[in-house]
């Protein structure tokens, strides 16, 4: 049984670049739809005996993505598994302006002077996760992302795929462009809506913290 991970910050705190209406349906409908139709998809056995009432996470994703080409029901299984982490992953990636989490001068020294060295600096780092961001056709997610020996890079993946699967990437933060992300606050607007967010939420003490431990980021530690 997987419960809804909690909002590390009141649903209105990411106003006005996220709206509360928007965080609402995001936290209150995806991520929680995730969680429902994982659970019921486990209780009626989708992945086995074994899955039916696990609370691990990580070891159900890693199930469904080994079984997605042989057991019809794993690719459900993955997606929302995958996008109950996913979401959890992304509310620890923002932060409100206020906290003192966004925002350049959160970025710890190492992780600025591995941006220096991998991108040129903040600014164009900021740039390419945005021109992601805009590239990636329908719904997916962006990523920074980091190797054990802390080589930074960013990549696009679609709807539910995850880039930390055979374990050489650490994700350090992610910013889902999925319509339901944006669409109540910016439309169609998806270029406006990254700008801003990347501009002033996004979390880089969270993502100094991910770049300092090299770890994969769990519920547990959330
Ligand atoms: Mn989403």
């Known amino acids: 049984m997987i419960t809804l991970p909690s909002l590390p910050y009141e649903p ?46 990580q070891a159900i994703i890693q199930q469904a993505a080994s079984q997605k080409n042989n057991l019809p029901q794993a690719q459900g299984v993955f997606n929302n598994a995958a996008q109950v982490w996913t979401h959890a992953f992304y509310w620890h990636s923002l932060a409100p302006t206020q906290s003192g989490k966004a925002g350049k001068n ?57 880039i930390w699967l055979e374990g050489d990437l650490i994700p350090l933060a992610i910013l889902d462009v999925w319509e339901h992300a944006y669409y109540l606050d910016y439309q169609n607007r998806r270029s406006d809506h990254l700008k801003q967010v990347i501009a002033q939420l996004l979390n880089w003490d969270f993502a100094s913290k991910n770049f300092q431990s090299k770890t994969l980021f769990t519920l547990e530690a959330a």
């Open 106 to 162: 959160a970025l710890s020294a190492d992780l600025s002077d591995a941006i220096a060295r991998d991108f040129g600096g903040i600014e164009s780092l900021e740039k390419t996760l945005h021109d992601q961001g805009l590239a990636q056709f329908g719904s997916g997610w962006v990523w920074l992302a980091c190797t054990k020996d802390g080589t930074l890079s960013v990549h696009r993946t679609p709807n539910a795929e995850l």
């Open 12 to 57: 209105q705190s990411l106003e006005p670049i996220i709206s509360q209406q928007t965080l609402d349906f995001h936290y209150g409908r995806h991520h929680q739809g995730y969680v429902t139709t994982l659970n019921s998809l486990l209780q009626s056995g989708a992945l086995g005996d074994t899955f039916s009432s696990t609370d691990d996470l």
